[in-house]
């Protein structure tokens, strides 16, 4: 979406999107362990996006990108480029609301995140597991589908969904000192600042990236964006780079970037399935990662947790 891609969205624009997607997403619950809280030295409060119907919390930019488009402009449908869960996700609004969505998806995407785009009559088109290729292969299918492009995260109708997750997190869950959310383009992070800068400014903004595709992080030392192309880690849906619109909101608003390791991140993803006995997919698991890599930081601290997704094979754990 061209036309809008450098609109900045803002709190308004994040608080008519709920309205909007209120109808067809999930208030999800928040959950607490006593033994992670114990390990952590923090009071940990977990947001379950991976309770949301496709699995992940991109459902709610993806309703609020198909839902609010015009008639004229949904009659070709929608279309994007995704490693998994804004496929999904978009496959479903675009389902609910009966148009079709077609998909660039890496051949080397989770089988089971394919399966749930087809499972939601989305149209996937494979290339190659980089994000030159996505593009490419993106621009050929957009070209021939005529479809309204729906940036998996940068663009300000997608982030200001994601502001919805923050500000039920904030009601639900009263005096949160720091919010943390895994970080790969930003899409979270951006609708997460967009929300606690007006709804609640006193909280601390952290995202939370592998060490293995840390350019964000890099990015945030560096004053600048730094993308790699093809960067490999078990956390698969954090593989994209940043973008200028969620740069805007990660330069300006979040306060800190800590990376684990994939072995860290798969520990602290058994810890999660067994402690808070809900499914968290690897890239969901990072927050947690860093968080028990980083105690000092957090102890003592109230702490709101983003778990993005539970998509997972469950033919190949990671631990297996």
């Known amino acids: 979406m061209s036309d809008t891609e450098m609109y900045i969205p803002s709190y308004d624009d994040m608080l008519a999107a709920h309205e909007r997607i209120r109808p067809h997403i999930r208030l999800t619950p928040i959950r607490q362990s006593d033994y992670l809280n114990d390990l952590s030295g923090a009071q940990l409060f977990f947001k379950c996006e991976n309770f949301q119907e496709p699995g992940a919390f991109k459902v709610r930019g993806a309703v609020n990108?198909?839902?609010?488009?015009?008639?004229?402009?949904?009659?070709?449908?929608?279309?994007?480029?995704s490693s998994g869960n804004h496929a999904s996700c978009l496959s479903y609004a675009a389902m609910l609301r009966g148009?079709?969505?077609?998909?660039?998806?890496?051949?080397?995407?989770?089988?089971?995140?394919?399966?749930?785009?087809?499972?939601?009559s989305g149209r996937i088109t494979e290339c190659e597991?980089?994000?030159?290729?996505?593009?490419?292969?993106?621009a050929k299918?957009?070209?021939?589908?005529?479809?309204?492009?729906?940036?998996?995260?940068?663009?300000?109708?997608?982030?200001a969904g994601q502001g919805t997750c923050s500000k039920e997190f904030v009601e639900q869950a009263d005096g949160l000192e720091i919010v943390v959310a895994?970080?790969?383009?930003?899409?979270?992070?951006?609708?997460?600042?967009?929300?606690l800068s007006t709804l609640a400014p006193e909280t601390k903004v952290i995202a939370a990236e592998p060490e293995q595709a840390d350019d964000a992080y890099r990015s945030f030392k560096a004053g600048y964006i730094i993308a790699d192309d093809a960067p490999k880690t078990i956390a698969d849906g954090l593989l994209v780079p940043l973008k200028d619109l969620t740069w805007h909101f990660v330069s300006n608003h979040v306060s800190e970037i800590y990376t684990a390791s994939d072995q860290e991140i798969i520990d602290a993803m058994k810890l999660a399935?067994?402690?808070?006995?809900?499914?968290?997919?690897?890239?969901?698991?990072?927050p947690l990662a860093t968080i028990l890599k980083n105690r000092e930081a957090f102890a003592g601290k109230r702490v709101g947790v983003i778990i993005t997704g539970g998509n997972v094979d469950l033919d190949k754990l990671p631990w297996n």
């Open 182 to 195: 895994p970080i790969g383009g930003g899409g979270m992070i951006s609708g997460t600042c967009l929300t």
């Open 141 to 159: 299918v957009q070209a021939e589908t005529g479809g309204d492009f729906v940036h998996p995260y940068n663009d300000p109708r997608v982030i």
């Open 129 to 138: 597991p980089s994000t030159s290729s996505r593009e490419e292969t993106f």
């Open 273 to 286: 399935w067994k402690h808070l006995r809900v499914v968290l997919e690897p890239s969901s698991a990072v």
């Open 65 to 81: 990108a198909v839902f609010g488009l015009d008639e004229a402009r949904a009659a070709n449908g929608v279309a994007t480029h």
């Open 99 to 120: 148009i079709p969505c077609n998909v660039v998806m890496p051949r080397t995407a989770p089988q089971a995140k394919k399966d749930t785009v087809r499972r939601y």
